[in-house]
């Protein structure tokens, strides 16, 4: 494609970006169009990247997705320090796999030390006696045990969304936010409808487009997470594609040095990870029959806060500071959607509980298929065309 190629991307969250960034780089013109609606995944996803201790292996198409992402990483973050955008939130922090018998844990080190041959990046696994875990995250139960996972990191999706879409903006891409609507003509998708402001970007500087008003594109990606299938509908393409309810929790430790904990993976959840200032985070239930009621509930909080006192009793006393609320795009089968919809136009969502894993890395196939290139790894079983 030429440089007077222009792409559209529907969506505000790190697939769209990822999509939006990478298509810059490439020295075509971009626009994304993100709707302001409340309780995006990215927004309020924990950001545990370490899919090593999931079933599955590189024959497994999901289980090869969430792995790829985590290898992707250094490779982006190396792209974005070029782009004048280093801060980005990554820390490669190492996870404990925590359990108070440590009987399933050496089945668990087994498998990730088999897998070190094609994922080298998993790095040191070792099992640690009870107390070691605690040490390491001091709020901890003493009689745990734990696996311990070198090459496990963490990131904020709001840092890293933000960071992809900033170094998009500085390579020319322009940003709306409204609504979007595929315009579809003569058996394709040749623009979008959209009624919103122009944010920033690009070459049109900052105003208010109309209601209604057409953007003409050569394509356009759908990765709106669990809202892709309200807007492929517009097409006549009915995806299995919907929201699964998130309610996460922060609080936070005054002085402690939560910066450097591991993140923590007890047998079930929550789950626990450290950011600076003295800010843990744990999460998160999963909530199918929610739809997209952004709200949070006594249960979800109540019973996350009773898992976590039970394996974490320091955390009693911390301050409960915010609970936040996303819709992960989930599928009918589990597994995401990227390819060809129609001419004209992409799709690339539904990656799930591994959004902030295997996001940019989605992000980055989709802007290959886009622009006619061959994806870094075979996308056939994502392919939205098994639902038609």
């Not at 040191?124 to 009870?130: N, S």
């Not at 990765?223 to 097409?235: F, R």
């Not at 450290?274 to 019973?303: Q, S, W």
């Amino acid at each position: 494609m030429s440089p007077s190629t222009r792409i559209v991307v529907i969506g505000g969250g790190i697939v769209a970006a990822s999509v939006a960034y990478h298509l810059a780089r490439q020295g075509v013109q971009v626009v994304t169009v993100e709707a302001d609606l409340p309780g995006p995944a990215t927004s309020a996803g924990a950001g545990i990247i370490c899919p090593w201790t999931e079933p599955g292996d590189d024959a497994d198409s999901y289980y090869r997705l969430s792995a790829d992402g985590a290898r992707y990483y250094p490779q982006l973050l190396a792209m974005l320090a070029d782009d004048g955008q280093p801060e980005t939130s990554y820390a490669r922090v190492g996870t404990l796999c925590v359990a108070a018998d440590e009987r399933p844990l050496a089945a668990i080190a087994a498998t990730l030390r088999a897998r070190l041959r094609w994922r080298p990046e998993i790095g040191e696994v070792e099992l640690v006696g009870a107390g070691e875990p605690q040490r390491r995250f001091p709020p901890l139960s003493p009689g745990l045990a734990g696996i311990w996972i070198s090459g496990g990191a963490r990131i904020d999706g709001r840092s890293i969304r933000d960071s992809l879409l900033r170094a998009a903006t500085a390579r020319g891409a322009s940003r709306i936010v409204g609504t979007a609507v595929l315009d579809h003509r003569g058996g394709g998708v040749t623009g979008v409808r959209v009624t919103g402001v122009r944010v920033t970007g690009g070459t049109g500087g900052t105003g208010v487009l109309g209601a209604g008003e057409r953007i003409s594109a050569d394509a356009v990606v759908v990765a709106a997470g669990a809202w892709t299938a309200q807007v492929c509908a517009e097409i006549g393409w009915q995806l299995p594609i919907g929201p699964q309810r998130g309610q996460i929790l922060h609080v936070e430790l005054p002085g402690a040095a939560t910066e450097s904990w591991p993140v923590i993976l007890p047998p079930d959840d929550p789950y626990l990870l450290g950011f600076p200032a003295g800010r843990v985070v744990l999460g998160a239930t999963r909530e199918d029959n929610a739809g997209f009621e952004y709200r949070v509930t006594v249960g979800g909080v109540g019973a996350m806060l009773a898992a976590a006192a039970g394996i974490a009793p320091g955390l009693s006393e911390a301050t409960l500071v915010e609970t936040r609320v996303g819709f992960r795009p989930v599928t009918k089968d589990g597994r995401p959607l990227i390819g060809r919809l129609a001419d004209g136009v992409f799709v690339a969502a539904g990656n799930g509980p591994e959004g902030l894993t295997a996001g940019p890395w989605t992000g980055a196939a989709a802007a290959a298929l886009v622009l006619g290139e061959r994806p870094p790894a075979d996308l056939a079983p994502f392919d939205p065309a098994r639902f038609r």
